[in-house]
């Protein structure tokens, strides 16, 4: 063989000094596949949330409340949306919590920084799902 070796490669050091030590557990490899999958399904379900909101029929001048309880009214939207709502925060949180590993240098910022993260997340996974599930398309006219 004369296969050089002579060219290492080398990755740069993350911009933080310290990073959490690594735990016996498989959490970081599913949250790795995680990111693929549901980056995968949000493709389809944002793509085409675009382009029914903005470029199907008429668009966006079509959207009113009307549009929207129509749309609620069916299980199949209701459903695309909730999954919409899930994976776009799981995924983001997820996303943010790396980057808080990455960059936070002192302990307390990074712990207080991800309650910071997983309360809002927390807060509007549970509105918009209240909001998707408990919305009364006859509102009393006052
Ligand atoms: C449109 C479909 C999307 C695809 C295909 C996609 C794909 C990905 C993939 C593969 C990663 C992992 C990158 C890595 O580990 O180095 C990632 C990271 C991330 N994604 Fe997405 N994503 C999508 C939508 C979104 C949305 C809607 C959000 C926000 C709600 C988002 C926020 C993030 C964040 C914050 C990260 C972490 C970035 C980092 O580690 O530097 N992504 N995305």
Known sequence: MTASHSETLTLD???????????????????WLFMRLSGLALVVLV???????????????????????GRWASPFW???DLSMLWLAQLHGGNGLRTIIDDYARKDT????????????????L??????IFTFD???PVT
Request: net charge positive; aromatic share 14%; proline share 6%.
């Open 109 to 124: 910022t990074r712990f207080w920084l991800k309650i910071l993260l997983y309360v809002s997340m927390a807060i509007i």
């Open 78 to 80: 209701q459903f695309w």
């Open 126 to 131: 549970v509105l918009g799902t209240m909001v």
């Open 47 to 69: 793509l085409g949330h675009l382009f029914i909101m903005t470029i199907l029929d008429d668009g966006v001048q079509r959207i009113n409340f009307a549009f929207v309880a």
């Open 137 to 139: 398309p006859n509102i």
């Open 13 to 31: 050091k993350p911009r933080s000094p310290r990073r959490p030590a690594a735990r016996r557990s498989n959490f970081e490899l599913y949250s």
